[in-house]
């Protein structure tokens, strides 16, 4: 991971670059909030609750397990794009070890899967705008919606999941979304999970990750359908979800300056903070301008192939 430490010169803009959507609201606040809500989410799909479960890295280390996914994601967005193709490459080789029997279909399941990687990419860029359009600036403009759904297309070329299955707009998302909601379930696994990420105990998260997921819990189940909530048993007041929205927005304005957010950061996921402290230094990179997924491999041969799914 030494990638993620960035002490090399910028390369280049990545994948999106300046002005870009992906910048914007990965970059912002409410990013947090997202993050929260997509792994949640991800223990619908029994395949990833089942990989979950048995590598239980989320029970034995909640703070740097979910550190370590964010920083993921930020890279992809943010970094240049041999840091995040090398980043991409090793998060592909620690799943190929993820593999084993789902209980429920006694199925074999692999975390590198195509169609859990697309549930896990779907529900975290769609959660993350979800949560830049409840609790930050607002919806984005037609344009700015448009191509931020492009970028989510490019960032997909990064995991398994095949380009021609990424949903392109809000409607390919809710498309999307109902084809797989009859395949989508919970286990006792699932609830233990989505439960522990909504609420860490301080025991395993430590305080101050602890007290911070059970802060942003309301935020995140406010976000959900019914049907969600109800599925995974954390369903909370429809006052709740009124009350705590402009709570939220205002802790998010407070919390926007790159200080606020490089400092909370340092405290609650370090890792993510360095990325995000390297994103807004804004320097000027050797070669300035965006590359595509394809350039960069070429560029930067890979020494070992993307583990497939098994």
């Known amino acids: 991971m030494s990638e993620l430490t960035m002490n090399r010169p910028r390369e280049d803009y990545g994948f999106f670059g300046p002005g870009s959507p992906s910048w914007k609201i990965w970059a912002a606040p409410t990013a947090l909030i997202g993050f929260q809500r997509s792994v949640v989410l991800e223990h ?52 190929a070890q993820a593999t084993g029997i789902e209980p429920i279909t006694g199925t074999r399941y692999s975390a590198n899967n195509p169609a859990s ?17 409840m609790y930050g600036p607002g919806p984005l403009s037609a344009v700015e919606e ?16 095949k380009a021609s299955d990424v949903p ?26 989505m439960h522990y990420l909504l609420r860490t105990p301080r025991a395993q998260g430590k305080t101050k990750f602890a007290t911070f997921s059970r802060l942003v819990a309301p935020a ?3 976000t959900l359908p019914g049907w969600m909530r109800t599925m995974g048993g954390f369903d909370q007041p429809a006052l709740l979800d009124r009350a705590i929205a402009p709570a939220v927005r205002t ?34 990179p050797l070669d300035p301008r965006v590359v595509t997924p394809a350039e960069i491999r070429e560029r930067f041969p890979r020494a070992t192939k993307v583990p497939q799914a098994v």
Not at 48 to 53: E, G, M, N, P
Not at 117 to 133: F, M, P
Not at 146 to 161: F, K, M, P, S
């Open 220 to 222: 995140t189940i406010a």
């Open 251 to 284: 802790a998010v304005r407070v919390g926007s300056s790159p200080k606020n957010m490089t400092t909370a950061l340092k405290v609650i996921a370090p890792m993510t903070g360095k990325v995000l402290e390297r994103h807004l230094r804004d320097e000027q």
């Open 117 to 133: 990687q697309l549930w896990i990419h779907v529900t975290g860029w769609h959660s993350v705008l979800k949560c830049y359009e």
């Open 168 to 193: 392109r707009s809000r409607d390919e998302v809710r498309e999307y979304f109902a084809e797989v909601r009859p395949r989508l379930c919970t286990s006792e696994r699932a609830n233990r999970a």
């Open 146 to 161: 448009q191509r931020y759904w492009e970028e989510c297309v490019i960032a997909a070329e990064l995991q398994t999941c």
């Open 44 to 95: 619908f799909d029994p395949f990833l609750a089942a990989a979950v479960a048995d590598m239980s890295g989320i029970y034995s280390d909640p703070a740097g397990r979910l550190d370590r996914t964010l920083a993921y994601f930020l890279t992809v967005a943010t970094a240049d794009g041999r840091t995040a193709l090398a980043l991409s490459d090793h998060l592909m080789t620690v799943h």
